[in-house]
């Protein structure tokens, strides 16, 4: 008995400690551009006319330069395109944990940083 109660612990603390990003591993998620074909030409949804707006509102307070609350300045473009590659999972579904500490994005927003991603992230 105290065998299997040691397996499960440590199959416990095995499957905790591989749900956790570093700022480090987040930026490797990033998948290449160049591979990229967009989903979605037909919608213009880009950094400077909406995502940007969109950023400012939820994320700059945590993620911006000098700030050690959140990894990455997403005030700029090249700021946040270090990160896409872990939106998916930390902004953009059912289980998502950001905004760290709030509700979150409502759905319309997400569809739309979805599209964005599917077309490039232009």
Not at 56 to 62: A, H, L, N, S, V
């Amino acid at each position: 008995m105290k065998k299997q109660s040691l397996l499960v612990l440590i199959g416990i603390v095995f499957f905790l400690g591989s749900c956790s990003n570093t700022a480090s591993e987040m930026a490797n998620e990033n998948p290449d551009p160049t591979d990229c074909v967009p989903q979605f030409p037909e919608m213009d949804i880009t950094y400077s006319n909406y995502v940007k707006g969109i950023l400012t509102q939820y994320c700059i307070e945590c993620h911006h330069e000098g700030n050690s609350q959140g990894p990455g300045d997403f005030s700029t473009y090249n700021g946040v395109s270090q990160y896409l590659g872990s939106f998916n999972t930390r902004v953009l579904s059912n289980n998502a944990d950001m905004p760290q500490g709030n509700a979150p994005l409502p759905q319309a927003i997400r569809d739309s940083l979805t599209v964005w991603i599917a077309n490039c992230a232009p």
